[in-house]
């Protein structure tokens, strides 16, 4: 009798344990799902309020595509062809803007994402037939300079870094190192010219006249984009505009490198006689940040309890 009732004891006691761990289980799932739901309605949120450009001033009246270009001009960045030609488009395509305006703060980068970018500037001018003007910030020099020329009208601060209108590419010599470390170099090519500019050989004559010829016609496209650009405009000598030599906003205007001085808001008045405007690509900027967040926080859950 003693055994039957400890029997049903435990059975109770097993039954509520289960009951226990269910209700447990299922508050679990319910802040789950509450969690879930309120993460997911945020973003959904900055989705729709970032996922449009925005209007600064009274919506209705006239306004100006605004783009605003930063940093390094390269592959991956977010100042590359493949981020800003899209942004272009959409700032061109708007029936109501009067124009555009961009806003470039920049030393330059690769020429071939600089020109990619200034063809499509031409490109959307030629097609919706729009003022473009370029505002150079504290730096617009090199390849930002080369994208500037597809404007009609530049404007830079008095103390704005501008032109570099020239080459350059860099690189490091191991040779001596590797001879003190007592290595040796061995590399295997199919094709005698395969393996130019190895820093772990010396240079010859070759390599050398190689990549000279090579940055002589890079830079023969960069001075051409600029005086097809600045036609009429320029000033200087062209030894002394195209030598890659810099200049403050001043002596670039003195020099027909730009065309006026002033801010974004006196290019807004001076060009298209407003200061309202809506702003392209800040929808980029922003996920590319929260998604460097979220990889950032992924990495380090993954090696944390990895």
Do not use: C
């Amino acid at each position: 009798m003693q055994e039957t009732n400890n029997n049903e004891v435990n059975a109770i006691l097993v039954r509520d344990l289960l009951k226990e761990k269910r209700a447990d289980r299922r508050w679990k799932n319910i802040r789950f799902i509450f969690w879930f739901a309120l993460f997911a309605y945020i973003i959904i949120g900055v989705f729709n309020y970032v996922g449009k450009p925005s209007l600064s001033g009274t919506a209705g009246g006239k306004y100006i595509a605004l783009i605003r270009l930063d940093g390094m001009i390269a592959p991956d960045r977010e100042f590359s062809a493949e981020q800003i030609v899209p942004i272009l488009h959409d700032a061109f395509s708007d029936k109501n803007a009067k124009g555009v305006i961009i806003d470039i703060n920049s030393p330059g980068g690769t020429p071939v994402q600089a020109a990619i970018i200034h063809d499509a500037i031409i490109a959307y001018k030629k097609k919706y037939h729009k003022k473009v003007v370029i505002v150079g910030e504290d730096l617009l020099t090199s390849g930002a300079y080369f994208v500037s020329v597809a404007a009609d009208k530049i404007y830079v601060n008095p103390n704005t870094i501008t032109g570099s209108i020239g080459v350059v590419m860099k690189g490091f010599g191991f040779v001596d190192a590797m001879k003190k470390l007592g290595i040796e170099r061995r590399v295997y090519t199919a094709g005698i010219a395969k393996d130019r500019l190895d820093p772990f050989l010396p240079q010859n004559p070759s390599d050398l006249q190689k990549i000279q010829t090579v940055m002589t016609e890079v830079h023969q496209n960069f001075v051409k984009a600029v005086t097809e650009g600045r036609k009429g405009k320029l000033k200087g000598d062209p030894a002394q505009l195209f030598n890659g030599d810099f200049w403050s906003g001043q002596a670039a205007l003195n020099l027909g490198l730009v065309d006026h001085l002033g801010n974004l808001m006196d290019a807004m008045n001076t060009e298209f006689n407003t200061t309202e405007y809506k702003e392209y690509g800040s929808t980029f900027n922003f996920f590319r940040m929260l998604e460097g967040h979220m990889n950032s926080t992924f990495d380090m859950l993954f090696y944390a309890y990895s």
